[in-house]
């Protein structure tokens, strides 16, 4: 299986971007699935997780203004971002955890740049 994610791009502070990441095949409802973020020169800091179960965990920084989903049907998971801030800029990049032999799968990237 293999993660295709996009959705990144320009945005201006306050301003919204959804990211998507979809699997080419399926990601399996028990793993979980989330988000990391990277900024260059610093260490990848988690954004967002979820159980197979649903359960969310967020970074402080991004507490209610973005919110990860999947849809175990399309075999994708999303990452709304709202009201970015600049210090919201990085790479991001999608994983899914497998539950069983506890391995990742990473999607390549997709570049967020929040303007000011």
């Known amino acids: 299986v293999q993660l295709q994610a996009s959705g990144g791009g320009l945005a201006r502070a306050g301003g919204s971007l959804r990211l998507s990441c979809v699997a080419t095949?399926?990601?399996?409802?028990?793993?979980?699935v989330g988000w990391y973020r990277q900024v260059s020169g610093k260490q990848r800091e988690l954004v967002t997780s979820?159980?197979?179960?649903?359960?969310?965990n967020y970074a402080d920084s991004v507490k209610g203004r973005f919110t990860i989903s999947r849809d175990n049907a399309k075999n994708a998971v999303y990452l709304q971002m709202n009201n970015l801030q600049p210090e919201d800029t990085a790479v991001y990049y999608c994983?899914?955890?497998?539950?069983?032999?506890?391995?990742?799968?990473w999607g390549q990237g997709t570049q967020v740049t929040v303007s000011s």
């Open positions: 979820m159980t197979g179960g649903g359960d969310t």
């Open positions: 994983y899914v955890h497998h539950w069983i032999t506890q391995s990742y799968i």
């Open positions: 095949g399926a990601i399996g409802s028990r793993n979980a």
